[in-house]
């Protein structure tokens, strides 16, 4: 197992409660007895892939913890804290879901729309003939992981989509890809003519009370920008690509996160139109492997075993195309995990909440590793919360 000498030296480790201790089964954890039962897994994690910094959330009932591990940038070896802001890569689609959840409540768009209802220039198209719904959850044919490498402007985004041929027929396989939950973020925020990145700063993160999170980091926040570092150890930030905004854009911190979850849990004042919003994003739209698949969430029984958590979150459901059925309302209940992963070039993200129990994690690294490692770290958190 690796050692970095950084971790060693500069390892910072603490933790802000909100109320009072969690309770485990009979027991109440003080804050010593927290860091017993996490730290040595996180370390661990943190030597074997090299991460330089981690920040952990925690939220159980009204209360709210946060571990920060490591540093944001191992040159400046600047500690990182709950307000260091990492990128959250495809944890950024619950935020597009959440803003075209939105849209649909002030009424500019409906999911059961097709494309070229809102872009008649497609209304010939393949993609013209797709519903809203099925473009926002991965079903509208097959589009691709991500676009191709000659596709970054408007123009040339348009052009793709005017002669993009599906793989298979629409609302019949379940296919990952950014290009679709783009485009279906994209057609909210035209909807309600904004563009995408001022409704999502200046509305849905403004009405959620997230003061630390960003598309684009402004000028007065860059010092609390982690950096992220790749396969090489080289310092990185994500590069602009096309939907990018959309797809995997999102900057946050632990803290701004941990208030995302409560706002999940309905633990959190919002107005009504968004938290309508939410609980929009939250409605399952079809099974596929070992989960429904909600807008930008996917929702699992809370009887799952870590097995099936895996499968659900691993390369072959990610990168493959996988068989859907649709299901009524059967996992429409709050007795379910929630989750979503992350990963830009140089970051790893990944959360989680449990809606009957009211509690939540959230894992940010500046460094991408393994999808497995982050969803065993939270499921060994979250089972230790519920003995």
Request: hydrophobic fraction near 40%; glycine fraction near 8%.
């Amino acid at each position: 197992m690796k050692k970095n000498r950084l971790l060693k030296i500069f390892t910072v480790v603490s933790v802000f409660c909100l109320g009072i201790s969690l309770s485990f089964g009979e027991d109440e954890i003080t804050q010593e007895s927290l860091h017993i039962k996490i730290d040595d897994t996180v370390n661990g994690l943190m030597d074997e892939y090299d991460i330089p910094g981690m920040a952990i959330g925690i939220v159980s009932a009204d209360q709210a913890y946060f571990l920060n591990y490591g540093v944001a940038d191992k040159k400046t070896a600047l500690p990182v804290t709950q307000n260091t802001i990492f990128e959250l890569g495809s944890i950024s689609k619950t935020f597009t879901a959440l803003l075209a959840s939105y849209a649909v409540e002030k009424g500019t768009i409906d999911l059961s729309d097709l494309v070229s209802q809102h872009v008649p220039t497609l209304k010939d198209s393949a993609i013209g003939q797709v519903s809203l719904a099925q473009l926002g959850t991965y079903i509208a044919g097959g589009l691709p992981l991500q676009f191709p490498n000659d596709v970054m402007t408007k123009d040339e985004i348009s052009n793709y989509f005017e002669s993009w041929h599906p793989v298979f027929p629409a609302g019949k396989e379940r296919l990952y890809s950014n290009p679709s939950i783009g485009f279906f973020g994209n057609i909210a925020a035209l909807s309600m003519k904004i563009d995408f990145t001022d409704l999502m700063e200046k509305t849905i993160l403004d009405e959620l009370g997230l003061k630390d999170t960003f598309v684009t980091v402004p000028e007065d926040s860059l010092t609390q920008y982690a950096y992220g570092y790749n396969k090489n150890n080289e310092p990185v930030r994500v590069t602009p690509g096309a939907f990018d905004a959309e797809a995997y854009g999102i900057k946050s911190t632990a803290k701004d996160m941990v208030r995302f979850i409560q706002g999940n849990l309905q633990m959190v004042a919002l107005d009504e139109t968004m938290e309508n919003a939410i609980k929009g994003t939250h409605k399952g739209q079809y099974s596929v492997s070992t989960f429904t698949q909600a807008l930008g969430w996917e929702k699992y029984p809370l009887s799952s075993s870590l097995d099936e958590l895996l499968q659900g979150n691993s390369n072959e459901v990610i990168l493959n195309p996988q068989p859907i059925s649709f299901f009524g309302d059967a996992l429409d209940t709050e007795s379910v995990w929630v989750n979503k992963t992350g990963s830009t070039g140089g970051f790893g993200a990944y959360i989680v909440f449990i809606p009957e129990k009211k509690m939540g994690v959230i894992i940010l690294a500046n460094k991408n590793y393994p999808n497995f490692e982050r969803v065993k770290l939270a499921y060994n958190i979250l089972s230790t919360l519920t003995e």
